[in-house]
T-cell receptor, first 120, second 107 residues
Framework: QVQLQESGPGLMKPSQTLSLTCTVS??????????WTWIRQHPGKGLEWIGY???????YYNPSLKGRIIMSVDTSNNQFSLNLSSVTAADTAVYYC????????????WSPGTMVTVSS | DIQMTQSPSSLSTSVGDRVTITCQAS??????LNWYQQKPGKAPKLLIY???NLETGVPSRFSGSGSATDFTLTISSLQAEDIATYYC?????????FGQGTKVEIK
C-alpha cells in the first residue's frame, strides 16, 4: 500500500519561501505510469491543484501560481518537493501531496495534509 | 482553464435516500472526469474515475455517469458514513481543475 507523508514548516512569514517535502513509502517513485503532485485547500474552501512532477524531472505548474513554484524529485530518497516563493496570507492552506495514476489522471493516494499558515 | 460547476453546493437528506450530485464542465471534456469524497479533517479519497468506473474498494452504492459537459454522481442509498464533501475533477486539459464541492449532510 502506497503511503505519502508531507513535511515542512507550519508557520511562515510573508515573503518567505515555503518548502515542503513528500516522502513516498510502499512503492517506488521511479515506477512508470505515475505522476507526483501537490494540491492545496484554503481554510473552508475547495481544492486547488498546484502542479505535478514526473520521476524524470519533467514538470507542469498551474499558471495561477504565477511562476512562484519549483518542484523537484529525489529518487534516491523516494521524495519529491515543492518550493513556493514570496508567500502571502493567501497561501495559507492545507497542503497535500498525492500520486496521480497516469492513464486516468486521478489522484489515487494522498498524504494526510499539512496546515501552513502565513502570518507576520 | 476549464471551469467545473457542481450543484447543489450543499444538501441535507436522510439515511437511505438516493442522492444525486451534478457537475457541469465549461467545455466538452469527453469522459475525463473523476469524483472524490472528502470527510472532515481528512484527505480526499478517489471514488469514481473516467466518469463511471468505480475505484477498487468503493461501495457499489456509488455510481457515476455522463459525458461531454454534464456528469452525475449518485449514491443509491445514503449511509451515515457517506457524510462528506464531494468534488469532481476534470483532466481533459491542463491545468486539471476541481468543482467547488457539494457538502452532504444528514437531516
Amino acid at each position: 500500500q502506497v503511503q505519502l507523508q508531507e513535511s515542512g514548516p507550519g508557520l511562515m512569514k510573508p515573503s518567505q519561501t515555503l518548502s515542503l517535502t513528500c516522502t513516498v513509502s510502499g512503492g517506488s517513485i521511479i515506477r512508470g505510469g505515475y505522476y507526483w503532485t501537490w494540491i492545496r485547500q484554503h481554510p473552508g474552501k475547495g481544492l486547488e491543484w498546484i502542479g505535478y512532477i514526473y520521476y524524470s524531472g519533467s514538470t507542469y505548474y498551474n499558471p495561477s501560481l504565477k511562476g512562484r513554484i519549483i518542484m523537484s524529485v529525489d529518487t534516491s530518497n523516494n521524495q519529491f518537493s515543492l518550493n513556493l516563493s514570496s508567500v502571502t496570507a493567501a497561501d495559507t492552506a492545507v497542503y497535500y501531496c498525492a500520486r496521480v495514476r497516469d492513464m486516468i489522471r486521478a489522484f489515487d493516494f494522498w498524504s494526510p495534509g499539512t496546515m501552513v499558515t502565513v502570518s507576520s | 482553464d476549464i471551469q467545473m460547476t457542481q450543484s447543489p453546493s450543499s444538501l441535507s437528506t436522510s439515511v437511505g435516500d438516493r442522492v444525486t450530485i451534478t457537475c457541469q464542465a465549461s467545455q466538452d471534456i469527453r469522459n475525463y472526469l473523476n469524483w472524490y469524497q472528502q470527510k472532515p479533517g481528512k484527505a480526499p479519497k478517489l471514488l469514481i474515475y473516467d466518469a463511471s468506473n468505480l475505484e477498487t474498494g468503493v461501495p457499489s452504492r456509488f455510481s457515476g455517469s455522463g459525458s461531454a459537459t454534464d456528469f452525475t454522481l449518485t449514491i443509491s442509498s445514503l449511509q451515515a458514513e457517506d457524510i462528506a464533501t464531494y468534488y469532481c475533477q476534470q483532466y481533459d486539459d491542463l491545468p486539471w481543475t476541481f468543482g467547488q464541492g457539494t457538502k452532504v449532510e444528514i437531516k
